[in-house]
């Protein structure tokens, strides 16, 4: 074989070589990528995942007078409310189903001492500590209530994507305020990982956490 044939040859041997090596690295980094990226949740479960938005510090008053805040739902799944006591319909409506929740997974070993409601008043001109302690008395005494200054309120309000307008009052300075429905739920590392929109039913709620909980668990 002549010299430049023998060149060419030793080349394309080289060239070869090269490729086949960059193709099997390519090949492994994309196995280990597939192997390592989160597994998508189940698509009949209402979940941020696989990037559930982690709650940043944020400062309640509960119906005690206590701060409560982000120390207060980490290490516990919590389900939130946003609403008022002065609500004329959906409000108790949807405090009756999350106290319906409790009840059915009252014997849940997923759940077992670590739920907790938390119903949050974007109405602080009119609900007190003490009118919160008794409203949420009346659908569960275990119930946290709380809330605080409009400014704070919106810093928790804008990270969990609560909206909330206060409408103009009537004659006699009563008002409605127009909010966001749906339920929350924070896992214990007090990260958004569900949305529950209305209409909504303990039993739905109930079965839905019950898998929520353990594909989180599973996905440790």
Request: with cysteine; hydrophobic share 45%; aromatic share 10%.
């Amino acid at each position: 074989m002549a010299p430049d044939e023998c060149m060419k040859a030793q080349t394309l041997r080289v060239g070869g070589a090269l490729v086949g090596g960059f193709v099997v690295i390519f090949a492994a980094l994309f196995a280990i990528q597939k192997l390592s990226a989160p597994a998508p949740a189940p698509a009949d479960l209402p979940m941020f995942w696989p990037q559930p938005k982690r709650i940043e510090p944020f400062s309640l008053t509960d119906q005690h007078g206590t701060e409560f805040g982000l120390e207060r739902v980490t290490g516990r799944w919590s389900l939130w409310y946003f609403g008022y006591t002065f609500c004329p319909d959906v409000c108790p409506v949807t405090l009756t189903v999350m106290n319906g929740v409790h009840e059915t997974l009252a014997a849940s070993v997923d759940f077992s001492g670590t739920l907790q409601s938390v119903f949050v008043s974007i109405d602080p001109a009119r609900d007190t500590s003490e009118r919160l302690s008794k409203y949420v008395s009346f659908f569960n005494p275990g119930f946290v209530a709380a809330t605080a200054s409009s400014d704070s309120l919106s810093r928790l309000t804008l990270q969990l994507g609560i909206n909330f307008a206060p409408q103009a009052p009537d004659e006699q300075g009563n008002y409605v305020v127009d909010h966001t429905a749906a339920i929350l739920l924070t896992d214990p590392q007090a990260r958004l990982v569900a949305w529950f929109g209305s209409p909504h039913t303990a039993a739905q709620i109930s079965a839905q956490m019950i898998r929520i909980a353990q594909f989180v668990d599973g996905a440790k």
